[in-house]
């Protein structure tokens, strides 16, 4: 059987011919077939695609790829006969009324209300515009994250010209509330970002304390959930986790990516806000686009100009599939991964090779080699990386600071500030069933490389 799955293709071929009866009335078109020489490139552009890593199988735990459903895969390509255009109704009609209803999913699953959305090419353009709104509201005044928030926080605020204060993590990674509460202090600071959870090591910021002492000090609140937004469905999170996730609703904005775990190809995230009235700050005409509809055209509330319809299509259909519901078959997917991230979390801890650095918030585990001093556990951390690759298990590196390895104690000598780690993105549910396999190829890369 393929690991690619191809199956459902037939099924294309049947929408298509759906697709088309809506076109009846015009006249056919003939197109002269050059089978031949589409075959040649396109098998030519397979064979350079070999190039990779498997990221669409189990042995991959790498980075935050998670292979797109079957049905988001058809969707996207059937709506890719018509190639519409979300920017304006003129380009992409039917494919932005799916938009606002997959978006106002978003809106409700994360516990909006009221809401202004639409779809992006990705995190760091949602986040983008997010933070523009925030500058828009908040002139002259900083933006605040943790240091382990993403690093485009910080560049974006470079883009915009907006001061950005990086603010320190406690020991598993997740905002340092009493120092934000200092720096709030100051009156500087007019949006905070809270990330629900972090890249690295899936921290979760505690939203309900960063609300409060912003709300405080008359400061905006943005929520960074482009990876983790999803677990707000999930059911097995820890007590403070779960009071992360059903604080979002309070929020200003928020970010979720639905290329991540909503199942979907790149690129597809989105940015929500709770209050509809900062569509003013978007305001402008367009005396060339906006001229079939009097409704919302989506390019109205958009940084972005062009943006693929396609992807709102595919996201319509997967919800409509998979309904963004606590219990639904898309949940218990989320649950399944974050099952198998306790299970490995506990395989490591009990492994005297390996220092776990706590136990994950959601589906990220994060280990150091044990070694006498950090410079000798980041090295071994390297070569272990790369001897898993060699028996086609797939892991990923990352940095952390002493204030976050530290109480793992993986060393006996700290003689740099810094340690590198290996780390798992465990985000399939087929990862539960494939959690011996992974640990059997883990132990004999661990033998090989201690050896």
Not at 85 to 94: E, F, I, S, T
Not at 266 to 272: A, H, I, K, P, R
Not at 415 to 424: G, N, Q, S, V, Y
Not at 440 to 446: I, K, M, N, W
Request: aromatic share 6%; hydrophobic share 45%.
């Amino acid at each position: 059987m393929s690991t690619l799955d191809p199956a459902g293709l037939d099924l294309l071929e049947e929408a298509l011919a759906v697709l088309d009866e809506g076109f009846a009335r015009l006249p056919r078109l003939e197109r002269r077939s050059e089978r031949e020489r589409w075959r040649a490139v396109l098998l030519e552009a397979a064979g350079r695609l070999r190039d990779n890593y498997p990221y669409h199988h189990p042995l991959y735990v790498g980075q935050m790829l998670k292979p797109p459903h079957p049905v988001a895969r058809l969707a996207y390509a059937l709506a890719m006969w018509l190639n519409p255009n979300n920017h304006a109704l003129d380009g992409g009609r039917a494919s932005s009324a799916m938009e606002r209803e997959a978006v106002s999913a978003l809106a409700t699953m994360l516990g909006f209300d009221e809401h202004l959305g639409h779809l992006a090419g990705g995190g760091t353009m949602a986040n983008f515009e997010a933070l523009w709104v925030a500058r828009e509201l908040e002139p002259g005044r900083a933006i605040a994250a943790s240091t382990q928030a993403h690093y485009t926080h910080a560049r974006l605020c470079a883009v915009l010209g907006v001061p950005f204060v990086a603010l320190p993590v406690d020991a598993r990674g997740r905002l340092d509330v009493a120092a934000l509460e200092s720096a709030l202090a100051g009156g500087g600071i007019g949006t905070v970002v809270a990330t629900l959870g972090t890249t690295a090591a899936g921290a979760v910021d505690p939203l309900p304390e960063i609300l409060e002492l912003a709300r405080r000090q008359g400061a905006r609140v943005h929520v960074d959930a482009a990876y983790g937004g999803y677990f707000t469905l999930a059911e097995n999170l820890e007590s403070e986790a779960r009071a992360a996730f059903d604080a979002i609703g309070g929020a200003d904005s928020a970010v979720v990516d639905p290329h991540k775990h909503g199942l979907q190809p790149y690129g597809c995230g989105c940015v929500l806000f709770r209050d509809p009235g900062v569509g003013r700050i978007y305001r402008h005409d367009s005396p060339y686009t906006y001229f079939s509809s009097p409704e919302l055209h989506l390019g109205e509330i958009s940084l972005e100009c062009s943006r693929a319809g396609a992807a709102a299509v595919a996201l319509w259909t997967t919800q409509r599939l998979l309904p963004l519901e606590r219990g639904g078959e898309l949940a218990l997917g989320l649950e399944a991964g974050r099952e198998a991230a306790l299970a490995l979390h506990a395989a490591l801890a009990a492994d005297r090779r390996f220092a776990p650095l706590g136990a994950p918030e959601l589906d990220i585990v994060v280990w150091a080699v044990r070694a006498p001093t950090a410079s000798e556990s980041s090295e071994l951390a390297r070569r272990l990386f790369e001897a898993a690759a060699a028996r086609d298990l797939h892991l990923a590196l990352a940095t952390f600071p002493r204030a976050m390895a530290g109480a793992a104690r993986p060393v006996l000598e700290w003689d740099r500030p810094e340690i590198r780690c290996l780390r798992a993105c465990v985000m399939k549910p087929e990862h539960r069933e494939w959690l011996a396999e992974i640990l059997a190829r883990l132990d004999a890369a661990t033998s090989a490389t201690l050896a």
